[in-house]
């Protein structure tokens, strides 16, 4: 790819760019010195925003991004209404994509959704079995059963919109983009609300509380949802970085230089995600940064210094330095003041345990061993559970606090299975990327995609993230971009072409874009 498309898809992330002299003309060869096409989308059609486009994609293009803006907001789309709202609005969109793949012709469009086959119908067949629990009696609660199945397709459909829509660089970068400033404004207003005393949600009463939640009725859902939106920033932020060799004199650059604007975000979001003091939020996105980030570096030896300096940056300046003034100390606290059980000396509870969820899931067992195989039904947790806790366990419970036993109590082992799958394959796909020395932005998008999966992976363990329809739509276009970010296509070129517009040599100065690139 030239140094001018480059240009192009970093001024998404802010900078001016600077074109003072003329590109080179293409070389017979197509050698280092040729001029490479911009990336195009199967089919011949431009994968940009320009005269090639197809307006009424433009348009599709736009609208998904503004239900994925849309949904963190009322309520995390955890309520009828607005899930239904949500439902109703990926399925005109995918009704209209459907006319607009009519119009346009099928001839060579479909090379990514090709490469997405297995986890597409992964998500595809578990949703099958959500249709025969609820049509062969075997569900306990066939209407919640029913809202399930209609979520799950809207979930298949989005997934399968974001992989065509989304499948040129310029229009992944883009993606990226709006995840990251969608997540920046949670986490600003989330915080500005909790450090001003203001607390109001949007179709909800105010809340009490110091814990920074933004538009959720949970802290720890806020924390999902930032852990998700941290790693588009992540990603995009190392989808760009430039290709020249280290030098020690070019350590200022690689913590307040070019890229300053997404580095602000990411501060802007961790600020949040400590002060949602979120235990396991907090701790599963930066065990997944610490995990990936290590297999990231390991995997690019020419850069292992520059990279493994960058990272250790977002660990050391955002949480060690400025979430010092935000709240670290009292995260800290809550994880130390953490109870599992009664503490008991001398025969006497000294402290009794301050976290339920164990309980919880010690009579969520019992449940999941009578229907191993096909589960009491999609959604059917809430009306199903009561008649398994003990008296220790007061209270209406909802939900598992524990997303894969309740995914296996309801869907069983036959539907959790392929759903299992699914998120194992695209964190595969991710990790792929992320090992593809060949790309910059390629490994760089495949890193902040796998410490999305993996941190939500282990954040699940103790929460219910993916119950609301926020942060599972996100959650399933991250797995989407793990797609894109391994098999996105670019224009064909033989050896040393190929691995000059992977990795486009950065240009001299006021060649290329300026300093603020």
């Given at each position: 790819?030239?140094?001018?498309?480059?240009?192009?898809?970093?001024?998404?992330?802010?900078?001016?760019?600077?074109?003072?002299?003329?590109?080179?003309?293409?070389?017979?060869?197509?050698?280092?010195?040729?001029?490479?096409?911009?990336?195009?989308?199967?089919?011949?059609?431009?994968?940009?925003?320009?005269?090639?486009?197809?307006?009424?994609?433009?348009?599709?293009?736009?609208?998904?991004?503004?239900?994925?803006?849309?949904?963190?907001?009322?309520?995390?789309?955890?309520?009828?209404?607005?899930?239904?709202?949500?439902?109703?609005?990926?399925?005109?969109?995918?009704?209209?994509?459907?006319?607009?793949?009519?119009?346009?012709?099928?001839?060579?469009?479909?090379?990514?959704?090709?490469?997405?086959?297995?986890?597409?119908?992964?998500?595809?067949?578990?949703?099958?079995?959500?249709?025969?629990?609820?049509?062969?009696?075997?569900?306990?609660?066939?209407?919640?059963?029913?809202?399930?199945?209609?979520?799950?397709?809207?979930?298949?459909?989005?997934?399968?919109?974001?992989?065509?829509?989304?499948?040129?660089?310029r229009r992944l970068t883009l993606l990226l983009t709006v995840l990251?400033?969608?997540?920046?404004?949670?986490?600003?207003?989330?915080?500005?609300?909790?450090?001003?005393?203001?607390?109001?949600?949007?179709?909800?009463?105010?809340?009490?509380?110091?814990?920074?939640?933004?538009?959720?009725?949970?802290?720890?859902?806020?924390?999902?949802?930032?852990?998700?939106?941290?790693?588009?920033?992540?990603?995009?932020?190392?989808?760009?970085?430039?290709?020249?060799?280290?030098?020690?004199?070019?350590?200022?650059?690689?913590?307040?230089?070019?890229?300053?604007?997404?580095?602000?975000?990411?501060?802007?979001?961790?600020?949040?995600?400590?002060?949602?003091?979120?235990?396991?939020?907090?701790?599963?996105?930066?065990?997944?940064?610490?995990?990936?980030?290590?297999?990231?570096?390991?995997?690019?030896?020419?850069?292992?210094?520059?990279?493994?300096?960058?990272?250790?940056?977002?660990?050391?300046?955002?949480?060690?330095?400025?979430?010092?003034?935000?709240?670290?100390?009292?995260?800290?606290?809550?994880?130390?003041?953490?109870?599992?059980?009664?503490?008991?000396?001398?025969?006497?509870?000294?402290?009794?345990?301050?976290?339920?969820?164990?309980?919880?899931?010690?009579?969520?067992?019992?449940?999941?061993?009578?229907?191993?195989?096909?589960?009491?039904?999609?959604?059917?947790?809430?009306?199903?559970?009561?008649?398994?806790?003990?008296?220790?366990?007061?209270?209406?419970?909802?939900?598992?606090?524990?997303?894969?036993?309740?995914?296996?109590?309801?869907?069983?082992?036959?539907?959790?299975?392929?759903?299992?799958?699914?998120?194992?394959?695209?964190?595969?796909?991710?990790?792929?990327?992320?090992?593809?020395?060949?790309?910059?932005?390629?490994?760089?998008?495949?890193?902040?995609?796998?410490?999305?999966?993996?941190?939500?992976?282990?954040?699940?363990?103790?929460?219910?993230?993916?119950?609301?329809?926020?942060?599972?739509?996100?959650?399933?276009?991250?797995?989407?971009?793990?797609?894109?970010?391994?098999?996105?296509?670019?224009?064909?070129?033989?050896?040393?072409?190929?691995?000059?517009?992977?990795?486009?040599?950065?240009?001299?100065?006021?060649?290329?874009?300026?300093?603020?690139?």
């Amino acid at each position: 790819m030239s140094a001018l498309a480059v240009n192009d898809a970093r001024g998404l992330a802010g900078g001016r760019v600077t074109i003072q002299t003329p590109s080179p003309r293409p070389s017979p060869a197509g050698g280092e010195g040729a001029r490479e096409p911009e990336d195009k989308a199967p089919g011949g059609e431009r994968g940009t925003f320009g005269e090639r486009g197809k307006v009424g994609e433009r348009v599709l293009v736009v609208l998904t991004l503004a239900l994925l803006v849309w949904l963190p907001l009322p309520l995390g789309s955890n309520r009828p209404w607005s899930s239904a709202l949500m439902v109703l609005a990926i399925a005109l969109i995918t009704v209209a994509w459907a006319l607009c793949v009519l119009r346009q012709g099928c001839r060579r469009r479909f090379r990514v959704l090709r490469a997405a086959w297995v986890p597409l119908g992964l998500l595809s067949l578990a949703q099958v079995w959500v249709a025969v629990q609820w049509l062969a009696g075997i569900s306990v609660d066939v209407g919640e059963t029913f809202g399930y199945l209609i979520l799950g397709c809207a979930y298949s459909l989005l997934f399968l919109l974001v992989l065509d829509l989304f499948r040129t660089r310029r229009r992944l970068t883009l993606l990226l983009t709006v995840l990251t400033l969608s997540g920046l404004a949670q986490a600003f207003f989330g915080s500005f609300m909790t450090l001003s005393g203001i607390e109001w949600q949007l179709f909800a009463a105010p809340g009490a509380g110091g814990d920074v939640r933004g538009p959720f009725v949970n802290r720890t859902h806020l924390a999902g949802y930032l852990e998700m939106t941290l790693a588009c920033g992540l990603g995009l932020l190392m989808a760009l970085r430039e290709g020249q060799p280290w030098s020690w004199r070019r350590l200022p650059d690689l913590l307040i230089g070019p890229k300053l604007r997404i580095r602000l975000a990411l501060v802007v979001m961790v600020i949040a995600l400590v002060m949602s003091h979120s235990r396991m939020g907090n701790s599963a996105f930066f065990t997944s940064l610490l995990l990936i980030g290590g297999l990231f570096v390991l995997a690019n030896p020419q850069h292992r210094l520059r990279n493994g300096l960058l990272l250790a940056s977002l660990l050391l300046i955002d949480l060690l330095i400025v979430s010092q003034f935000f709240g670290l100390d009292k995260l800290k606290a809550r994880l130390e003041q953490t109870q599992f059980e009664d503490l008991v000396v001398n025969g006497e509870v000294v402290r009794h345990e301050n976290v339920d969820r164990d309980d919880i899931l010690v009579y969520a067992w019992p449940q999941w061993r009578e229907r191993p195989w096909v589960g009491f039904g999609a959604g059917t947790f809430e009306t199903s559970f009561p008649r398994y806790p003990g008296a220790d366990v007061t209270g209406h419970v909802d939900h598992a606090h524990n997303d894969v036993l309740q995914f296996a109590i309801e869907f069983g082992l036959i539907g959790l299975l392929p759903l299992g799958l699914f998120v194992l394959w695209s964190l595969a796909l991710a990790l792929r990327a992320l090992w593809w020395r060949e790309s910059l932005y390629r490994s760089g998008v495949g890193l902040g995609v796998a410490v999305g999966i993996l941190s939500l992976l282990i954040h699940s363990l103790s929460d219910f993230n993916l119950q609301i329809p926020a942060n599972a739509a996100t959650f399933v276009t991250l797995c989407a971009i793990a797609v894109l970010a391994r098999h996105h296509p670019t224009s064909a070129g033989p050896g040393k072409a190929r691995r000059h517009r992977e990795n486009p040599p950065t240009p001299r100065k006021g060649v290329g874009w300026g300093e603020g690139g």
